[in-house]
C-alpha cells in the first residue's frame, strides 16, 4: 500500500504527513491511567493556550489558512484539532470513545496538530491526499439519511480529501470522516495520519503517538512520512 500527497505538493508545499500504521491493537474501554493522562495534556494545553485566541494559535492558524485556499470560508468547517482545542480551552473534557481513539486524540491536542485513523482492513487499494474528482463518494459519519444509514455527501470540486481507491476517507482534509473505515473494538490493525502543514514538531508527535499506542493498546507501529520532497511512499508495516 502506498500514500501519496503530490497532488497538493505544489500548492501546500509545507504539507508533510505521517502514516503510522498500528498492528495487534486490542481496543478497549478507556483505562484510569489513560483518564489521568488527559487531564493533565488538557490542563497543560489551557496553561499555555487557554487565554488565547483560536486564530492565533499557530497550529489552528496554519491549518485556517489552508482551509481558505482551498476555497473554505464558513465558521463550520474547521480542521479536527481546531474543535479539540476549543472544547479543551472551554474546559469540556475530552469525549470517551475507546483507548485508542482517545489517545490519538490527546497527541493532536497535546501537539496541535491533526490525527485521524482509518480500519486498516477496510480500505481499498492506496491511500492519498489530493483534490476531489468527479466521482469521489462519501458517506458521513456524523449525518444519517432516511433509511437511517450514514449520508452520502460527496465533496465539492476543489476540495482537498483524503481518500483510498474506492471512496473519500475524509472530507475537508481532516473536517470530518467517513462511517465505513471507523476504528471499532473489533480493529486490530489501523493507519493513524498525523499531518503537519508549517507549525508543530511532527517527529515529536509521532514519537508520543506510539508511546501511547504501546502502552494503553499494545499496539506495535510502524511510521512513514511523506513530504514534498518524497510524495508517495510505500507504507512501513503493512
Not at 497543560?44 to 492558524?61: M, N, Y
Request: glycine share 6%; charged share 25%; aromatic share 8%.
Amino acid at each position: 500500500m502506498k500514500l501519496d500527497i503530490s497532488d497538493l505538493s505544489e500548492t501546500f508545499p509545507d504539507f508533510r504527513v505521517a502514516a503510522v500504521v498500528v498492528t495487534g491493537a486490542s481496543i478497549g474501554s478507556r483505562s484510569a491511567e489513560l483518564s489521568q493522562a488527559i487531564a493533565v495534556r488538557e490542563a497543560a494545553f489551557r496553561e499555555t493556550w487557554g487565554d488565547v485566541a483560536l486564530s492565533d494559535i499557530p497550529g489552528v492558524a496554519v491549518w485556517r489558512a489552508a482551509y481558505r485556499a482551498f476555497g473554505i470560508k464558513k465558521t463550520s468547517y474547521r480542521c479536527s484539532v481546531e474543535r479539540l482545542a476549543k472544547n479543551a480551552q472551554a474546559e469540556r473534557p475530552m469525549p470517551e470513545i475507546n483507548a485508542f481513539v482517545d489517545a490519538y486524540n490527546a497527541v493532536s491536542l497535546t501537539h496541535v496538530m491533526p490525527l485521524g485513523a482509518d480500519d486498516l482492513d477496510k480500505l481499498v487499494g492506496d491511500i492519498a491526499f489530493r483534490f476531489s474528482r468527479a466521482g469521489d463518494d462519501f458517506r458521513d459519519m456524523g449525518v444519517l439519511d432516511a433509511d437511517g444509514v450514514p449520508a452520502s455527501d460527496p465533496p465539492k470540486n476543489g476540495e482537498v480529501v483524503y481518500a483510498d481507491g474506492e471512496k473519500v476517507l475524509c472530507r475537508r482534509w481532516n473536517w470530518r470522516q467517513d462511517a465505513r473505515s471507523l476504528v471499532t473494538p473489533e480493529t486490530t490493525r489501523a493507519v493513524i495520519t498525523v499531518q503537519y502543514n508549517g507549525a508543530g514538531d511532527l517527529e515529536a508527535a509521532v514519537a508520543d503517538l506510539c508511546m501511547l499506542m504501546e502502552t494503553h493498546c499494545a499496539a506495535k507501529c510502524a511510521v512513514t512520512i511523506a513530504d514534498a520532497g518524497n510524495p508517495a511512499v510505500a507504507l512501513a508495516g503493512v
